[in-house]
Structures are given as C-alpha cells and as structure tokens.
C-alpha cells in the first residue's frame, strides 16, 4: 500500500514521521475515553501500510496506554492512564536526571501541608467523614497488631489526603510519589514489613496514627494554620525516619535490580 502524500495524510505528514502521528492521534483519544478500532480500519484511515501502524502501536504500548492482543479480533485494547504509568515515565525521567530519594520527600512537604490547609478551610462534612473512617480504620489496624496492613495504610493515607481536595494534578502528583517512594524502597532493600517489626518501628507506626488523628480534629475545627504546621511537621519527622540510615542524596532507583 502507497504511503505518499494524499488528501487525507495532510495531518500525517511533515518533519515528524507518520507512526508518531499516529500515535499522538490515538493517544488522545484514548485518553478521551474513546475504543481504539481494528488495524484495518485505522490503516485506512490514517492511510498507512500494517507496519506503520504497528510503530505507533509500540509507541503506546511503551506508554502503557494499549495492550496489544496478538491473535485477538478486538486486536488493541486502551489502558486508562493511571499513577502507575505516570509513575514509571516521570521515575525514569528522574532517574536520569539524578533526583534524589530526598528531594521526593521535599515535595511532599510543598504541597501536602497545602492541602490540609485547603480541607481545613472548607470543612466540608464529608472530607471529614472519609477522614473519620480512615482514622478508624488505622486505628483497627493497630488494635488488631495487624503491621504490615498499617504500614501500608499509613503510606496510602498521604494520597488519600490529597485526593480530598479534588484536585486532580495534586492527586495525581501524590500518587505518583508515593509509587515512586515504594518503588525505589523495595529496589533498596528498605521497604521491609514483618509481622513483628521492632520497638522502634511501632512506635514509629503509633506516632503516625496519632499525628493523623490531631490532623482531623484540626481540620473538623477549622484550624487552617494549625493543620497546615501540624502536617508539615508530621512530613519532616517521617522523611528523617526513612532517611535514616541512608544516603539523603542518592539517586532514585525504580528500574534497578534490588540490591
């Protein structure tokens, strides 16, 4: 089939070669929300031989944006972007800038005080409620000794408390971090959960759940500063935790080998 110039390649063609249009093409309507149709008719389309289009299609399998079933009649499926695939292409980007493990706990401190602040200031009866549960449901966690569940709880909990805000880029950048934390701790060696962690761990684990409860009652009263400073504390204290022992300036790891 003709690859040259027509009518209906205008949009395709150019400096750019025609695979990458392709995928910018699809790509947005993907994230749309939009099926992606079989290869036949988009070659049609898009005017392109099978090979183009499978270009393209790696383009977007790399992004993890479509999974290509190899034999299927649907052929492509779409993937909904998520924290996952945001986490591995913004990481990699970071790694190979030489961010460090630290400056993602920075981050974290300019923004999550911020959004407290924000649920503080609104005081709305439901972000208080969620808040509530998720105290509870911490609180559970500890009575029942169950240790791992908390760790994991805890580390959910700061995304948890974004998302409240309902700001989508603040949600999705809490998220990111806090898979780009648990990414490079498990390439480390230091995300380690047992079923009996030591003295200083659970202490640690207890700090935390009760520093999350001065949190909801600040902002149930409506303390924007009081929740702002308190959780800008709580962020601080928790970096030097995870920090200790190890090298603040290291580079974050998400695509190497555990050590």
Request: no cysteine.
């Amino acid at each position: 089939m003709s690859e040259g110039p027509s009518p209906a390649l205008i949009p395709f063609v150019g400096k750019i070669r025609a695979s990458e249009r392709i995928a910018d093409a699809l790509r947005r309507e993907i994230i749309a929300g939009q099926p992606v149709a079989r290869t036949p008719a988009l070659m049609e389309r898009f005017g392109v031989s099978r090979p183009t289009l499978r270009q393209a299609f790696r383009v977007l399998e790399n992004e993890q944006l479509i999974e290509v079933r190899h034999g299927s009649r649907n052929g492509v499926r779409p993937l909904r972007p998520g924290p996952d695939s945001a986490a591995r292409m913004v990481g990699q980007s970071l790694q190979a800038s030489g961010a460090t493990i630290e400056q993602l706990y920075e981050a974290r401190e300019a923004f999550e005080p911020f959004a407290a602040a924000l649920l503080a200031r609104r005081r709305d009866r439901r972000d208080i409620a969620t808040l509530r549960a998720s105290l509870g449901a911490l609180s559970a966690l500890v009575e029942a000794q169950a240790w791992p569940d908390l760790g994991a709880a805890l580390a959910r909990f700061h995304h948890e408390l974004v998302a409240l805000t309902g700001n989508q880029m603040l949600a999705l950048t809490a998220a990111t971090i806090a898979t780009l934390l648990e990414q490079h701790q498990r390439n480390r060696n230091l995300f380690i959960e047992t079923d009996k962690p030591d003295v200083a761990t659970l202490e640690f684990r207890g700090r935390g759940v009760r520093s999350i409860a001065r949190l909801t009652r600040l902002i149930e009263v409506g303390d924007a500063d009081g929740a702002e400073a308190h959780w800008r504390t709580h962020l601080i204290n928790s970096a030097d935790h995870w920090l200790s022992g190890q090298d603040r300036h290291a580079v974050i790891d998400i695509v190497g080998e555990p050590a």
